[in-house]
C-alpha cells in the first residue's frame, strides 16, 4: 500500500508567524487533500491539490506530484489556526491518512 | 456545510454489551468510510464502501462490522465492546469527482 509521512509532527509558534507542513507519499497518486482538525475534532477539508498551487485567505497549498510531496503553508499565524492539519490520498478506493502535524499557535 | 451525521456524539457503555454507530449522509456520495482514531492522533482505516452492497476492511484490524444497504446509511457494529474499543470513531464520505471528503463529528466511545 502506500505510504504517507508528514513533517514535522509538532509545530510551536508565535501569532504571526509563518509556516510551512509537508506530506510525502510513497507512490503516484491523482488526489490529495489537506485537513484541519481542529481542538473539538472536527475534521474540515482544506484543499483538493492533485498538483499545482492553490490559495485560500492566508493559507495556500502546492503539490509536486512528480517527486511526491505537497506543502501547506499558513502565513501570519492566529491562533484559531491551532489543531492537527492532515493530509490524505485517495489510493485504491482508500482515503490514506498522514500521521498530522499538530500546530500550536502561542498568543 | 457538510451533510453528514453521526450519532451518538457520546457513549459510554460496559464491557461485553453490544453497539451500533450511526452514519448518514445526504449527499449522495458512493463512498464512506470509518476511522479509529485516538484524540489527536493518526487516523486509522477500518472499513470502507464504495456503493451499495459493497463493504472492505481497512488496514486497521478491527472486530467491528458495517454494512451498507442503502447509500445514505453506513452503520457500525461492534457485537462484544471491550475497553480497548475506547477511541473516537469517525464516519466520512467522498464526493464522486472525489475532490472533497467530509467527516461526521465523531462518536468518542467509552467502555468501562
Known amino acids: 500500500g502506500i505510504q504517507v509521512e508528514q513533517s514535522p509532527p509538532d509545530l510551536i509558534l508565535q501569532e504571526g508567524a509563518n509556516s510551512t507542513l509537508r506530506c510525502n507519499f510513497s507512490?503516484?497518486?491523482?488526489?490529495l487533500q489537506w485537513f484541519h482538525q481542529n481542538p473539538w475534532g472536527q475534521l474540515i477539508n482544506l484543499f483538493y491539490?492533485?498538483?499545482g498551487t492553490k490559495q485560500n485567505g492566508r493559507l495556500s497549498a502546492t503539490t509536486v506530484a512528480t517527486e511526491r510531496y505537497s506543502l501547506l503553508y499558513i502565513s501570519s499565524s492566529q491562533t484559531t489556526d491551532s489543531g492537527v492539519y492532515f493530509c490524505a490520498v485517495l489510493y485504491a478506493q482508500k482515503l490514506v491518512f498522514g500521521q498530522g502535524t499538530r500546530l500550536t499557535i502561542n498568543p | 456545510e457538510a451533510d453528514i451525521y453521526q450519532t451518538p456524539r457520546y457513549l459510554v457503555i460496559g464491557t461485553g454489551k453490544k453497539i451500533t454507530l450511526e452514519c448518514s449522509q445526504t449527499?449522495?456520495?458512493?463512498?464512506m468510510y470509518w476511522y479509529q482514531q485516538d484524540p489527536g492522533m493518526e487516523l486509522h482505516l477500518i472499513h470502507y464502501?464504495?456503493?451499495?452492497?459493497?463493504?472492505e476492511k481497512g488496514d486497521l484490524s478491527s472486530e467491528s462490522t458495517v454494512s451498507r444497504i442503502r447509500t445514505e446509511h453506513f452503520p457500525l457494529t461492534l457485537e462484544s465492546a471491550r475497553p480497548s474499543h475506547t477511541s473516537q470513531y469517525l464516519c466520512?464520505?467522498?464526493?464522486?469527482?472525489?475532490?472533497?471528503?467530509?467527516f461526521g463529528q465523531g462518536t468518542r466511545l467509552t467502555v468501562v
Open positions: 464502501s464504495y456503493g451499495v452492497n459493497s463493504t
Open positions: 466520512a464520505s467522498i464526493n464522486r469527482r472525489n475532490t472533497e471528503a467530509f
Open positions: 507512490d503516484s497518486v491523482n488526489n
Open positions: 491539490i492533485p498538483s
Open positions: 449527499m449522495g456520495h458512493d463512498k
